[in-house]
T-cell receptor, first 115, second 115 residues
Framework: KQEVTQIPAALSVPEGENLVLNCSFT??????LQWFRQDPGKGLTSLLL?????REQTSGRLNASLDKSSGRSTLYIAASQPGDSATYLC??????????????FGDGTTLTVKP | DTEVTQTPKHLVMGMTNKKSLKCEQH?????MYWYKQKAKKPPELMFV???????INESVPSRFSPECPNSSLLNLHLHALQPEDSALYLC??????????????FGPGTRLTVL
């Protein structure tokens, strides 16, 4: 059974700092990994999708990497802003050992960026 | 347009009521999902539809009844719910269940309170 862990559970940084969020998973036979942000009481916003054959994806100040062999992904946020404050979730897309429709989510990292 | 819409935004119902949640997307996606999310927890998969057919049912109680009347619409019929069913219900869609390209897009959710 796939297990996804996100460390740290919470992170508080001053504005302007670069930061890294971590996601680890136990079964490397995955189709993809997706990073989301969620504001309190809202839906999930897709940030980046990394396909299993890719090593990284970039969107603006965000860069996500994937190392399937070690079961790890990182989300790098450059020059953090107060508007980046949210909960960040990684979701591992169902792979060869499970159903393609099933994503396994981590518990998330709650980020606070202080002005 | 990467929008998934959900109605209503909020719903309060008694344990004997019957209500429905609605979800709509116009991205031409052929996979649609229902998730349940409790406070400070990641989303839990409930159902997945692929090409209007139920593909995954995560052993959800029968008081939750999904319906996919066409490729753009997804309903969740609720009957005789329990207070512990109070949660944020999220709908999502993706191109299909082909695997690596399966980026999920979420709606804003329906906040359900069962009295």
């Amino acid at each position: 059974k796939q297990e996804v862990t996100q460390i740290p559970a919470a992170l508080s940084v001053p504005e302007g700092e670069n930061l890294v969020l971590n996601c680890s998973f136990t079964d490397s036979a995955i189709y993809n990994l997706q990073w989301f942000r969620q504001d309190p009481g809202k839906g999930l916003t897709s940030l980046l999708l990394i396909q299993s054959s890719q090593r990284e994806q970039t969107s603006g100040r965000l860069n996500a990497s994937l190392d399937k062999s070690s079961g790890r992904s990182t989300l790098y946020i450059a020059a953090s802003q107060p508007g980046d404050s949210a909960t960040y979730l990684c979701a591992v897309g169902g792979g060869y050992n499970t159903n393609a429709g099933k994503s396994t989510f981590g518990d998330g990292t709650t980020l606070t960026v202080k002005p | 347009d990467t929008e998934v819409t959900q109605t209503p935004k909020h719903l309060v119902m008694g344990m004997t009521n019957k209500k429905s949640l609605k979800c709509e997307q116009h991205m031409g996606h052929r996979a649609m999902y229902w998730y349940k999310q409790k406070a400070k927890k990641p989303p839990e998969l409930m159902f997945v539809y692929s090409y209007e057919k139920l593909s995954i049912n995560e052993s959800v109680p029968s008081r939750f009844s999904p319906e996919c009347p066409n490729s753009s619409l997804l309903n969740l019929h609720l009957h005789a719910l329990q207070p512990e069913d109070s949660a944020l219900y999220l709908c999502a869609s993706s191109q299909d269940l082909s695997g690596a390209y399966n980026e999920q897009f979420f709606g804003p959710g329906t906040r359900l309170t069962v009295l």
